[in-house]
């Protein structure tokens, strides 16, 4: 199961070591993490999306709780919340029909399309992760070059009060 | 504000957390530190290893229930102290390590003796501050001591550059701190509490198991009236042992992997646990699985994250476990809440405990280990504090030595730390120098820590150190004996060195013990000694300690002695 885990951290350096680190001593996954401070420096949030299963996602939390450095966690209710990724994809041109293609498929998944070469294109593109691996598996026959993607950021929806 | 530099706003912060005594050794980057010792009313002991500085503040925090300080310097001094460290933290001790760092400007360029304790300790501590400046330091002494000391004790390191330790600036105190992520205490909440009890009560087979808790927060009272007020068995983990007076009629001692039979087999019986202060370990509880089968498990704790991680809870009450005792006696004697003497379950208790006491078939030897541990409880007054090393007299210990005063049993129950009971002990001694303190050792750890004897013998602590010396590492030869198809592997101490000896090297007292007889004179002229008495009692090397649960089986496939 994949859950995603909200904490609010010190904004302190080794936090984020820290934080890995229980992780992997503890034996629990990260699927991805991103980091980055909030309206109050501080304070940074980390986001961290996991595959695990309820009870170990349940002591993954009560772990991150009992960290001193941690302010505050959460677990995000998918339906409930806003969650985002970002991602720069370098995909090869190999001939000049291409890269019309590409700019097409991409123009259908709101991509902005950033460097356009002879020989490659790089799109980037803010979405949840199954639209950009759908997106992934549309260009893959192009050939892809190089992928960067930050991971998941999510914030709950609504207001304190209703959360 | 005065100025000062950071060393001695270290030792005015130790003095203001009330610390009198400390452990450790010097090095080139904790000099400015000792400088300031030794201006200092705090009370120095030298030990001759850093790990060793590390369980005596250890020893000292458990049985003071105050943080263990000890310090050690940069590098090796600082990797020294990880065992330590990493000991304390899994038996949920109270300590304050104090290491020296190379100069700030050093760090990170592979100084001579940098290590990067604060890295390498990051898993074992429960927290690990490197103060940047001299003007942090006294702030973060006050919340290394908080955060040592609440909650679920723990040690907490504190990392200090040389050159922060050397500067000098006006230096502020706090009076008190605050840590946001930080919240040691939660309430028991009243409600669970209520349906715990209601849980107990209409149980048919309800037993008590006791854990290392119980003892932190010193729950002794509280545990015993539950117990008496509604007719429970009370087991104990290792941890918990002598929680619950090892004497009374309805203690069944320790369960788990060389548990009691009859704690064992009562345990397997239940139908509804009250845990109090356990984290259900793997060496008490067998598998986790079987364990929770058929069981309603109360699970009380101060750490919410113990509730659910090795068990499924029915009621989980997260809070002091004294507190949460405290309030369900209240609960009980207001409501006038008192269980009948005629219930069976009581009856079955006192038939299993009488089964196993008359049949239970103990080794035959003249030093046989069961023997040797009764003869010292004999002679041994209650209020003496036990420490223990780690292997086969560990779990002798377990089984023969009777806690009888809550309290006084002390032994490295999670990570299981040879080399730990003797400088514990002295720790121990330096926390409560009335009272005997005895290390049940075998020759292989008691090996590991044996130069602490020039600290007991020069610092004036004075310990007994009891060997049942087997010749050999007893408990892998009981496992290669048992598992391994007799192949006996790098077990072979050949009874080197003579320990005797080794204690009158020192200037201690060395007795050889090689009766029952013996080993009483031995222990009765040590309690009268002015200086260490190391007791070296050969016994036989091919006793094996049992019950034996094996690893990754439930407690019910106990393996008996035949």
């Known amino acids: 199961m994949w859950s995603i885990i909200s904490v609010l951290v010190e904004n302190k350096p080794g936090i984020l070591f820290k934080v890995t680190n229980l992780f992997r001593s503890r034996n629990f996954n990260i699927d991805s993490i991103s980091v980055g401070i909030t309206e109050n420096p501080e304070f940074s949030r980390m986001t961290i999306t996991t595959l695990g299963d309820e009870k170990q996602v349940a002591q993954i939390i009560k772990q991150l709780d009992k960290m001193i450095d941690t302010i505050e966690v959460k677990r995000l209710d998918e339906k409930m919340s806003v969650y985002r990724e970002l991602v720069l994809m370098k995909i090869k041109v190999s001939k000049p029909s291409d890269s019309m293609e590409i700019m097409n498929i991409a123009k259908a998944f709101e991509c902005e399309i950033h460097d356009v070469r002879k020989t490659s294109i790089m799109v980037e593109l803010t979405a949840t992760p199954d639209r950009i691996n759908a997106f992934e598996d549309l260009v893959r026959g192009y050939g892809i070059i190089d992928i960067a993607r930050t991971g998941i950021c999510a914030l709950a929806r609504g207001g304190t009060d209703e959360s | 504000m005065e100025k000062m530099s950071g060393a001695r706003s270290l030792m005015v912060a130790l003095e203001k957390e009330g610390v009198d005594i400390a452990f450790g050794l010097p090095g080139g980057a904790n000099l400015p530190i000792y400088d300031e010792l030794y201006k ?8 001759r290893h850093e790990q060793s500085a590390a369980h005596m503040a250890d020893g000292f925090g458990r049985v003071s229930r105050r943080p263990g300080v000890c310090f050690a310097t940069s590098g090796p001094g600082a990797t020294n102290i990880v065992t330590g460290i990493a ?34 300790s990051n898993p074992i501590v429960k927290y690990a501050f490197q103060p940047t400046s001299a003007t942090e330091i006294p702030e973060v002494v006050k919340k290394a001591f908080y955060i040592a000391s609440t909650g679920r004790p723990g040690p907490v390191l504190i990392d200090i550059p040389k050159d922060v330790q050397q500067n000098e600036a006006e230096i502020p105190f706090p009076s008190e701190v605050k840590i946001r992520g930080y919240h040691p205490w939660v309430d028991p909440d009243i409600t669970q509490i209520e349906r715990a009890i209601d849980m107990l009560l209409s149980a048919e087979r309800p037993i008590i198991l006791a854990g290392g808790g119980v003892i932190i927060s010193g729950a002794f009272a509280e545990i015993q009236s539950i117990a008496e007020l509604l007719l429970i068995p009370v087991v104990t983990t290792f941890k918990g042992k002598g929680s619950f007076p090892e004497n009374h009629p309805l203690s069944l001692g320790p369960i788990g992997m060389h548990g009691h039979a009859e704690a064992n087999k009562m345990m397997t019986e239940a139908d509804c646990v009250l845990a109090a202060g356990s984290r259900f370990s793997d060496r008490s509880v067998g598998t986790f699985e079987e364990f929770e089968k058929r069981l309603k498990i109360i699970h009380m704790d101060v750490d919410p994250a113990e509730i659910g991680k090795n068990q499924t809870t029915t009621v989980a009450i997260v809070g002091d476990v004294k507190a949460s005792l405290r309030i369900m006696v209240k609960m009980l004697v207001q409501k006038a809440i008192k269980r009948n003497e005629d219930y069976p379950w009581v009856k079955r208790m006192k038939e299993t405990k009488d089964y196993y006491r008359e049949n239970l078939k103990l080794h035959d030897h003249p030093l046989a280990a069961a023997k040797v541990l009764r003869k010292l409880r004999e002679v041994l007054p209650h209020q003496s504090i036990v420490t223990t090393e780690v292997g086969q007299h560990q779990m002798w210990a377990s089984l023969f030595f009777d806690v009888i005063q809550p309290g006084t049993f002390f032994s490295s129950t999670g990570l299981g730390t040879m080399g730990w009971g003797f400088p514990a002990a002295i720790g121990a001694k330096a926390a409560k120098p009335g009272v005997p303190v005895v290390d049940i050792a075998g020759e292989g750890s008691f090996n590991m820590t044996e130069n602490s004897l020039a600290v007991s013998v020069l610092d004036n602590l004075p310990v007994i150190v009891f060997i049942m010396n087997n010749f050999s590492l007893g408990m892998v030869a009981q496992w290669q004996r048992t598992f391994y198809d007799r192949r006996m592997m790098a077990i072979d101490l050949k009874n080197c060195p003579d320990y005797v000896k080794i204690a009158q090297a020192y200037g201690a007292q060395g007795i050889r013990a090689q009766s029952l007889d013996e080993i009483g004179n031995a222990v009765k002229t040590a309690l009268k000694s002015d200086v260490a008495t190391v007791i070296d009692i050969p016994i036989d090397p091919q006793e094996d300690v049992l019950p034996f649960v094996a690893p990754g089986t439930p407690l019910t496939d106990m393996i008996l002695p035949s």
Do not use: C, W, Y
């Open chain 2, 87 to 120: 000991t304390a933290q899994a038996d949920s001790a109270p300590m304050v390590a104090i290491t020296g760092q190379v100069p700030l400007k050093m760090i990170g360029r592979d100084a001579f003796q940098e290590s990067d304790i604060i890295g390498i």
């Open chain 2, 40 to 47: 200092s009313n705090i009370r120095h002991i030298l030990a």
